[in-house]
């Protein structure tokens, strides 16, 4: 008769056995991809640990199962001329076994589980937050200073907080490298955090269907070395100020999201091209048209329902309290900057705001170069 001692140390060899399996695979895993993405984050481990030990302890049991079942089927098939015998209505032994042992293993899961669940849930009170948005198709991550990019840069062995939301739909932020999923949904937030410990790229994609282009909600996690975070959030703040409207518009267009919709070859997708619209005529759903003109740009940015172009559904989201005056005219010059007959117009505003900044610099100069000399007398 098989004793409570004697079910607990079989439970306790086969759990050992199955984690040591599980311990092997994942630790040959590491760093390499085998049945998992690569390790990048201090929680990815915990993780594939867990998912090892789901597999083979799945295996296991399967294993002895059809092993079992086939050696009875072999043993005490139905043979002529030979009758069934008595069988056991009750085991009490036997029903102890098949329910303690797979209550211990399945318990011992949920610790495991539900602590590396708490440790990916709640961040560390030195998080670094970053707002994530998640709108038809593309992601935008706004930092603290109000920068926004379309890929989400951080530094290296930081904790990272990510408050999540979407514009639209429900959208789903999935981070393969650092075994992080998060749901975006519209009119509320969620929270995620991680810690890269591996610089580099990795890739970000949406695990909610969420319509037609769905498949191309992609961007990047950019993993800066130490140091590299912060002359990045630098450059990044102050982009405006180091090129041009019509390659600032471009930026803006790529990483505001408008380039999911909108194409700047005549290509059309789920919005009008950009190509050569700048001075033709809209004609809207409700009959009515006008001139493509800079203020008919500023409201389809900022109220993009008021006016639908004929053949196009009312899907865009406003960009009201998104974009600042100078971010909205850098992407009214970039649109300008596509249409042949305008793109001198939209080259000829860079060189006037290049021409006063180079004569404010040399009034400046020669202001202090007077201050200076009337110091010295």
């Known amino acids: 008769m098989i004793t409570a001692m004697g079910i607990a140390h079989l439970a306790e060899r086969s759990l050992s056995s199955v984690f040591n399996a599980a311990s092997v695979l994942q630790s040959q895993a590491d760093g390499t991809g085998f049945w998992m993405p690569v390790d990048a984050s201090t ?14 302890t799945s295996v296991f049991f399967f294993a002895i199962i059809v092993i079992v079942t086939g050696l009875f089927v072999f043993k005490y098939h139905s043979r002529p001329g030979q009758k069934a015998g008595k069988t056991s209505h009750q085991n009490m032994s036997m029903e102890l076994t098949w329910t303690i042992i797979p209550l211990i293993i399945v318990m011992v899961i949920f610790y495991f589980g539900f602590r590396t669940y708490l440790k990916m849930t709640i961040a560390p009170d030195n998080s670094y937050e970053i707002q994530v948005t998640g709108r038809k198709w593309s992601w935008m991550f706004t930092y603290p200073d109000g920068t926004v990019d379309a890929n989400l840069h951080v530094p290296v062995d930081t904790p990272i907080s990510l408050v999540l939301s979407s514009d639209d739909v429900i959208h789903s932020l999935y981070i393969p490298a650092f075994r992080l999923k998060k749901d975006a949904v519209p009119g509320m937030y969620n929270k995620a955090w991680f810690q890269a410990t591996v610089p580099g790229e990795y890739d970000i994609l949406c695990a909610e269907y969420c319509g037609t282009s769905h498949s191309d909600m992609l961007a990047k996690v950019i993993v800066h070395e ?9 450059d990044a703040s102050n982009f405006l100020d180091k090129v041009s409207p019509v390659e600032a518009g471009e930026k ?3 990483t505001r999201g408008c380039a999911q919709c909108h194409t700047p070859d005549g290509s059309v997708l789920i919005g009008p091209s950009f190509k050569d619209i700048y001075g033709e005529t809209a004609v809207f759903k ?3 048209n006008t001139v493509i003109d800079e203020n008919y740009l500023r409201e389809s940015i900022l109220d993009p329902m008021s006016k639908v172009v004929a053949g196009f559904e009312p899907v ?9 005056d100078r971010e909205i005219v850098a992407i009214i010059q970039y649109i300008k900057s ?6 001198s117009e939209a080259l000829t505003v860079w060189e006037e705001v290049t021409e006063a900044n180079e004569g404010e610099t040399h009034a400046t100069t020669d ?11």
Do not use: C
Not at 44 to 53: A, K, L
Not at 316 to 323: E, I, S, V
């Open 43 to 56: 929680t990815s481990g915990e993780v594939d640990w867990i998912f090892y030990v789901l597999l083979w």
């Open 226 to 234: 130490p140091g590299g975070f912060e002359a990045w959030l630098k």
């Open 252 to 254: 803006l267009v790529k």
């Open 286 to 288: 409700d009959g009515t």
């Open 316 to 324: 865009m989201p406003t960009y009201q309290g998104k974009l600042n």
């Open 338 to 343: 596509l249409s042949e007959k305008h793109r």
């Open 367 to 377: 202001a202090q170069v007077t201050e200076s000399a009337v110091e010295t007398e």
